[in-house]
């Protein structure tokens, strides 16, 4: 049993690394934009896409389990839904979104 416990441990990590040679390649797809407003509403505007040559990440935690930040980014496969990769994220708005100032702005 133990050496059967050994053997799956010891192959995760390479099965991680062949979803991850599966979908994606050795690059990172870098995701300008702008995020603005004020309490109430929000504002997104994409800038411009850049492929940047190496992959930025951990390609063994592709999804992020943790769920944290306000906002989340998903890639997932078109024919079957299945989620590919995920990441939770916030931005400086959140703090603007404290401030007294951005309750009376326009």
Same mark, same amino acid.
């Given at each position: 049993?133990?050496?059967?416990?050994? #053997? &799956?441990?010891? #192959?995760?990590?390479?099965? %991680?690394?062949? @979803?991850? $040679?599966?979908?994606?390649? @050795?690059?990172?797809?870098?995701? $300008?934009?702008?995020?603005?407003?004020?309490? *109430? &509403?929000?504002?997104?505007?994409? !800038?411009?896409?850049?492929? &940047?040559?190496?992959?930025?990440?951990?390609? @063994?935690?592709?999804? $992020?389990?943790?769920? #944290?930040?306000?906002?989340?980014?998903?890639?997932? !496969?078109?024919?079957? *839904?299945? #989620?590919?990769?995920?990441? *939770?994220?916030?931005?400086?708005?959140?703090?603007?979104?404290?401030? !007294?100032?951005?309750?009376?702005? %326009?």
């Amino acid at each position: 049993m133990k050496k059967m416990f050994f #053997l &799956i441990v010891s #192959l995760f990590p390479m099965l %991680c690394l062949a @979803q991850f $040679d599966k979908y994606f390649e @050795q690059a990172t797809l870098r995701i $300008d934009y702008s995020h603005s407003g004020r309490v *109430g &509403i929000e504002y997104f505007n994409v !800038e411009r896409f850049l492929k &940047i040559p190496n992959w930025a990440g951990s390609k @063994q935690n592709l999804i $992020d389990t943790l769920s #944290l930040g306000v906002h989340k980014v998903e890639m997932r !496969e078109k024919s079957s *839904g299945k #989620l590919l990769f995920s990441k *939770g994220y916030c931005s400086l708005m959140e703090e603007w979104l404290t401030m !007294e100032e951005a309750k009376n702005s %326009c």
